[in-house]
């Protein structure tokens, strides 16, 4: 792979990965909404409504609705196991840091 292609010209890049398990899933490097936070790469999951879980959770309303979403800053892919590259200077001191949304709630009828 060619860095300099990769960080010449976006600010957020993305690891398109062979074995990521269907949608849902991707992995992406960006800076954090925190300004004192280093950027990092993110892997993001998320769980889309399917027609069983319409039948099942009144609060959903459509299949392909949102119902959790995990965000987790790793340093390899965890499919693959590819170190993901970094560019000098902006190597967060640490990563691990994670946050779970669950919007299976949130709507009302
Ligand atoms: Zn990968």
């Known amino acids: 792979m060619k860095q300099n292609d990769m960080w010449g010209a976006a600010a957020e890049s993305k690891h398109e990965c062979p074995q990521f398990p269907g ?5 992406s490097f960006r800076h954090s909404k925190l300004p004192q936070e280093s950027p990092a790469w993110h892997l993001e999951i ?3 409504a399917t027609e069983s879980d319409l039948e099942e959770n009144h609060h959903l309303e459509a299949v392909g609705d949102m119902i959790w ?13 590819q170190g993901l590259p ?3 200077g902006e190597r967060p001191a640490d990563f691990g840091r994670f ?11």
Request: glycine fraction near 8%.
């Open 23 to 27: 949608t849902g899933v991707s992995l």
């Open 46 to 48: 998320q769980r889309e």
């Open 69 to 81: 979403s995990t965000v987790l800053e790793v340093s390899h892919c965890p499919y693959c196991g």
């Open 86 to 88: 970094i560019p000098p």
């Open 99 to 109: 946050a779970h949304i669950d919007a299976s709630g949130w709507r009302s009828r």
